[in-house]
């Protein structure tokens, strides 16, 4: 009788060597007991399609995806859900049976998960949500907004066009705001949310004026490093209720990881620890 393969999993992108889901990925495994590994693999772009043809024929179950390439596997793939194909871009790739490629999108679960676990009282319905930035965060946070039933999105980023191309995508829920003005779209908002890399360790600073915020109003930032991002700190200081990033990191795993290794894992003061520890 052979023996079971030893299933296998991982993150593609360049680079990797950042990437907190290694860490993530090997505590659930020790937790539940499960006889597994999960890879971080910096495959160039030029490689990328041969590097995702070959793994699940060197035991891989899936990976997920990362900069730069979460829009290039959907070319990739043969099956593409109808959530990655909105937001334009896949985080997850499970490997099946059949050799086909599955190419999934859980960031935008992940967000509102982690919205509605550090947040309890949040509701979609409290009033327009302030997104600032127009990248691909942004893309899967919009999606998850319309999706739950925020009625009213207002949208700024640095370069207008690609707000406004948002905006032509997503439909008239969103609200377009310039740059210089995207302090004054915070007044009216009940969740603010920053997709945008500002106040990232080693990027530039979040320097939108928030004179105007509501102190009703929950504010999260996707950025996790630091932890305590200044928008973050400044929106405590007015008595806004904030959930931090890393949530967002822990949730959109978990599917995947169920995918893969067959358990659903749980997000927990453990987890977050395991995380942060690295």
Request: hydrophobic share 45%; charged share 20%.
């Amino acid at each position: 009788m052979s023996e079971q393969k030893i299933p296998l999993a991982g993150v593609v992108g360049s680079p990797v060597s950042h990437s907190k889901s290694p860490a993530l990925h090997a505590h659930w495994l020790k937790t539940y007991g499960i006889r597994g590994h999960y890879i971080p693999m910096d495959v160039a772009y030029d490689d990328l399609k041969e590097a995702i043809r070959t793994l699940p024929r060197l035991g891989f179950v899936g990976v997920n995806v990362t900069i730069p390439h979460k829009e290039a596997v959907l070319e990739i793939a043969d099956l593409v859900t109808d959530r990655a194909a909105l937001i334009g871009a896949a985080n997850t790739l499970i490997f099946r049976k059949d050799g086909r490629v599955h190419a999934d999108n859980t960031d935008g679960y992940g967000f509102i998960e982690n919205l509605r676990h550090g947040a309890p009282n949040w509701r979609p319905d409290a009033g327009p949500a302030a997104v600032i930035g127009a990248g691909g965060a942004a893309r899967a946070v919009l999606a998850t907004l319309i999706e739950v039933g925020v009625k009213e999105i207002f949208l700024s980023n640095r370069t207008r066009s690609r707000a406004d191309s948002l905006r032509s995508e997503f439909g008239t829920r969103i609200k377009v705001f310039d740059w210089v003005q995207s302090g004054n779209m915070l007044d009216d908002a009940a969740t603010v949310i920053n997709t945008s890399s500002l106040g990232m360790v080693g990027k530039p600073d979040f320097r939108i004026p928030l004179d105007g915020l509501n102190k009703k109003a929950v504010v999260t930032d996707l950025v996790y490093a630091p932890l305590k991002t200044t928008l973050l700190k400044a929106a405590e200081e007015m008595g806004c209720q904030t959930v931090d990033g890393l949530g967002m990191l822990l949730y959109q795993a978990a599917p995947a990881f169920e995918r893969w290794f067959g358990v659903r894992p749980t997000v927990d003061e453990a987890t977050r620890k395991a995380v942060l520890s690295v």
